[in-house]
């Protein structure tokens, strides 16, 4: 089992960006120190849901701070970027950290962000596949040309090659966000693990784990590569000593940030959003992961990985909203729970 913090550097009702991206650095030094295996990053652009513009600038800089944990991104919005340009950040990343950098890439949403990044809702509906499928033969071939008609260049070499890391670890993982059969194809045929959200509960996450096996054979992958696939499953952590107070305090907590940030998304074309009631949202939370007493947490999580044939856990553990109580959650995990699942 592989048991890491997914953090989004949430603001809060009453809180500044500064604090909530204090408590995201505090939230990552602490997981390293209660023995989590990873840290993983969301990237949001211009609302409180997440104050982090770019995973991989907060990523380089946690790498910088740890010296074992693993830092992923959950995820890199792939449609606002140029995907040579994410490439070799990630590369840079998965050198300088001894192979440490796992780079999840997403296809985001229809936000204004296509608008003020210049890449256009089409970047959004159609060009994913493509984008995608650039990024990772740049972090697998020695050259890359573009030969598209978004991307069209020259072929030029692959500096700094993934492949010469020093710990012979050949090139940053990649996985990708899923949530459609579609996106679950994409991800299979290349042979990429996925990224399941938080939103969806073990029975599901277990069918879309067994449509990528489906979708992998079919595309000629070897059975081993079908079954090792790490495929990370969101969640979000709450720890008390009874399992009434850790609901409560996310009941009390999370609604406020919810409603905030996800009226604060502004589409790029104006087409209607349907909104979540963020106090049931967060009732269905609770009841979907790890929210409780430690015993209680270490079951869920060993019963939704074995439902799901999901090991690895990015949990979001800073529903409280508090820097105190965060951390306190993050230690409990490492402290309470692991033990119970090792």
Same mark, same amino acid.
């Given at each position: 089992?592989?048991?890491?913090?997914?953090?989004?550097?949430?603001?809060?009702?009453?809180?500044?960006?500064?604090?909530?991206?204090?408590?995201?650095?505090?939230?990552?030094?602490?997981?390293?120190?209660?023995?989590?295996?990873?840290?993983?990053?969301?990237?949001?652009?211009?609302?409180?849901?997440?104050?982090?513009?770019?995973?991989?600038?907060?990523?380089?800089?946690?790498?910088?701070?740890?010296?074992?944990?693993?830092?992923?991104?959950?995820?890199?919005?792939?449609?606002?970027?140029?995907?040579?340009?994410?490439?070799?950040?990630?590369?840079?990343?998965?050198?300088?950290?001894?192979?440490?950098?796992?780079? *999840? #890439?997403?296809?985001?949403?229809?936000? /204004?962000?296509?608008?003020?990044?210049?890449?256009?809702? $089409? =970047?959004? @509906?159609? &060009?994913?596949?493509?984008?995608?499928?650039?990024?990772?033969?740049?972090?697998?071939?020695?050259?890359?040309?573009?030969?598209?008609?978004?991307?069209?260049?020259?072929?030029?070499?692959?500096?700094?090659?993934?492949?010469?890391?020093?710990? *012979? #670890?050949?090139?940053?993982?990649?996985? /990708?966000?899923?949530?459609?059969?579609?996106?679950?194809? $994409? =991800?299979? @045929?290349? &042979?990429?693990?996925?990224?399941?959200?938080?939103?969806?509960?073990?029975?599901?996450?277990?069918?879309?784990?067994?449509?990528?096996?489906?979708?992998?054979?079919?595309?000629?992958?070897?059975?081993?590569?079908?079954?090792?696939?790490?495929?990370?499953?969101?969640?979000?952590?709450?720890?008390?000593?009874?399992?009434?107070?850790?609901?409560?305090?996310?009941?009390?907590?999370?609604?406020?940030?919810?409603?905030?940030?996800?009226?604060?998304?502004?589409?790029?074309?104006?087409?209607?959003?349907?909104?979540?009631?963020?106090?049931?949202?967060?009732?269905?939370?609770?009841?979907?992961?790890?929210?409780?007493?430690?015993?209680?947490?270490?079951?869920?999580?060993?019963?939704?990985?074995?439902?799901?044939?999901?090991?690895?856990?990015?949990?979001?553990?800073?529903?409280?909203?508090?820097?105190?109580?965060?951390?306190?959650?993050?230690?409990?995990?490492?402290?309470?729970?692991?033990?119970?699942?090792?």
């Amino acid at each position: 089992m592989h048991v890491g913090s997914f953090v989004l550097a949430a603001q809060f009702p009453g809180q500044g960006q500064g604090e909530a991206l204090h408590r995201a650095v505090r939230s990552a030094e602490v997981a390293e120190e209660a023995g989590l295996d990873a840290v993983w990053l969301a990237e949001h652009h211009f609302v409180p849901y997440g104050t982090c513009p770019s995973a991989v600038t907060l990523a380089a800089y946690l790498l910088g701070r740890t010296r074992r944990i693993r830092v992923g991104t959950a995820v890199s919005v792939l449609p606002t970027v140029h995907p040579v340009a994410l490439g070799e950040q990630a590369a840079l990343l998965h050198l300088t950290s001894g192979g440490r950098f796992t780079l *999840g #890439v997403g296809r985001g949403g229809p936000w /204004v962000d296509l608008e003020v990044f210049g890449t256009g809702l $089409r =970047a959004y @509906e159609e &060009g994913f596949p493509e984008s995608l499928d650039l990024l990772v033969r740049w972090l697998r071939e020695p050259s890359v040309a573009g030969t598209s008609e978004r991307f069209a260049f020259r072929e030029v070499p692959v500096v700094p090659r993934p492949s010469e890391s020093l710990s *012979g #670890v050949p090139g940053p993982d990649v996985l /990708v966000a899923c949530t459609s059969p579609a996106s679950v194809r $994409r =991800a299979a @045929e290349r &042979g990429l693990p996925m990224l399941l959200g938080m939103h969806v509960g073990d029975e599901e996450k277990a069918e879309m784990v067994a449509l990528w096996r489906q979708f992998a054979r079919s595309a000629g992958l070897p059975g081993d590569e079908i079954s090792a696939a790490a495929h990370v499953s969101a969640g979000v952590c709450q720890i008390a000593d009874r399992r009434t107070d850790a609901v409560e305090t996310l009941v009390k907590a999370m609604p406020g940030w919810l409603k905030q940030g996800l009226d604060a998304h502004v589409t790029v074309d104006g087409r209607a959003r349907t909104m979540r009631d963020p106090l049931a949202y967060t009732e269905l939370l609770c009841g979907l992961h790890p929210v409780g007493t430690p015993r209680l947490c270490a079951d869920r999580l060993a019963a939704t990985s074995e439902r799901t044939g999901i090991s690895h856990f990015a949990l979001l553990v800073e529903g409280s909203g508090d820097l105190a109580a965060t951390e306190e959650n993050v230690r409990r995990l490492g402290a309470e729970v692991l033990p119970h699942l090792k």
